[in-house]
């Protein structure tokens, strides 16, 4: 009779214990941001002096650490010049990267992320419509149909993202990129960015992403950009698209810690 209370009571101390390593798992285990910064030139940080700095990812992990609440960030799965077809292949083909000597694969990364931010589309855009180089409206006979195709090729980079990822996904949407270099060409291009961004919104918000909506503060931030022929961000650009990324996901994750 007394092995059996003694068992009883070991039972029952084992199964507090159990409980209250459950309970202090649960609370503890989301506390951590997993963060991964995926996409083109801008999620790489390439200055308007063809150099590597500190991207909109960048900015966004340092606040997360000031916060004490990032547990990972790696931006190296992004790459200047990158089209959706890029980031595409990298997915289906489950590329592999070293981080602090570690190896890491996309779909692992994107299996552990909390947060997965896309700078993706401009490139493809760009390089269809030739942009910025001898480019004329009026050598196409539909130009939106082009915007269309780009617009396709993220719709299955997204698919594919989502499948690997059921967390947080923020999609930059796009501005323009010649407001301080040439206002003839600027204003030429502002439509079909404006077009763009719709579509791409649309997609975003099919995948239960949450789209990123930069194109107004470019406009109205003539620092935001270089006054040449350059389409990458300067530094004040970088944060200020990490600050529409905090913005949005300031109160989502760190309200309680």
């Given at each position: 009779?007394?092995?059996?209370k003694?068992?009883?009571?070991?039972?029952?101390?084992?199964?507090?214990?159990?409980?209250?390593?459950l309970?202090?798992?649960?609370?503890?285990r989301?506390?951590?941001?997993?963060?991964?910064?995926?996409?083109?030139?801008?999620?790489a940080?390439?200055?308007?002096?063809?150099?590597?700095?500190?991207?909109?990812?960048?900015?966004?992990?340092?606040?997360?650490?000031?916060?004490?609440?990032?547990?990972?960030?790696?931006?190296?799965?992004?790459?200047?010049?990158?089209?959706?077809?890029?980031?595409?292949?990298?997915?289906?083909?489950?590329?592999?990267?070293?981080?602090?000597?570690?190896?890491?694969t996309?779909?692992?990364?994107?299996?552990?992320?909390?947060?997965?931010?896309?700078?993706?589309?401009?490139?493809?855009?760009?390089?269809?419509?030739?942009?910025?180089?001898?480019?004329?409206?009026n050598?196409?006979?539909?130009?939106?149909?082009?915007?269309?195709?780009?617009?396709?090729?993220?719709?299955?980079?997204?698919?594919?993202?989502?499948?690997?990822?059921?967390?947080?996904?923020m999609?930059?949407?796009?501005?323009?990129?010649?407001?301080?270099?040439?206002?003839?060409?600027?204003?030429?291009?502002?439509?079909?960015?404006?077009y763009?961004?719709?579509?791409?919104?649309?997609?975003?918000?099919?995948?239960?992403?949450?789209?990123?909506?930069?194109?107004?503060?470019?406009?109205?931030?003539?620092?935001?950009?270089?006054?040449?022929?350059?389409?990458?961000?300067?530094?004040?650009?970088?944060?200020?698209?990490?600050?529409?990324?905090?913005?949005?996901?300031?109160?989502?994750?760190?309200?309680?810690?």
């Amino acid at each position: 009779m007394k092995n059996l209370k003694r068992r009883y009571k070991v039972l029952i101390g084992f199964l507090i214990t159990s409980v209250i390593l459950l309970f202090i798992f649960l609370i503890t285990r989301d506390k951590k941001i997993y963060y991964l910064s995926l996409g083109d030139s801008l999620a790489a940080g390439q200055t308007p002096y063809n150099t590597i700095s500190n991207s909109y990812g960048d900015y966004v992990a340092e606040y997360f650490k000031d916060k004490e609440v990032l547990e990972f960030y790696t931006k190296k799965f992004a790459k200047s010049g990158y089209r959706s077809i890029d980031l595409l292949n990298d997915i289906k083909s489950n590329k592999e990267i070293k981080v602090d000597g570690k190896k890491i694969t996309i779909k692992n990364a994107l299996i552990k992320a909390d947060l997965v931010t896309v700078s993706i589309g401009a490139n493809d855009l760009f390089y269809k419509l030739n942009i910025g180089n001898e480019f004329d409206m009026n050598e196409f006979d539909d130009v939106y149909s082009y915007v269309d195709e780009t617009i396709l090729d993220v719709d299955k980079l997204l698919y594919e993202l989502r499948k690997c990822c059921k967390e947080q996904i923020m999609v930059f949407g796009f501005y323009n990129p010649f407001t301080n270099f040439s206002s003839s060409l600027a204003n030429m291009v502002e439509p079909i960015i404006v077009y763009a961004n719709g579509k791409m919104e649309n997609i975003v918000k099919k995948y239960d992403m949450t789209y990123v909506d930069i194109h107004d503060m470019f406009l109205a931030n003539d620092n935001y950009l270089p006054d040449t022929l350059e389409i990458h961000p300067t530094k004040d650009g970088y944060k200020a698209m990490s600050k529409a990324i905090i913005k949005l996901i300031d109160e989502k994750y760190l309200q309680n810690n």
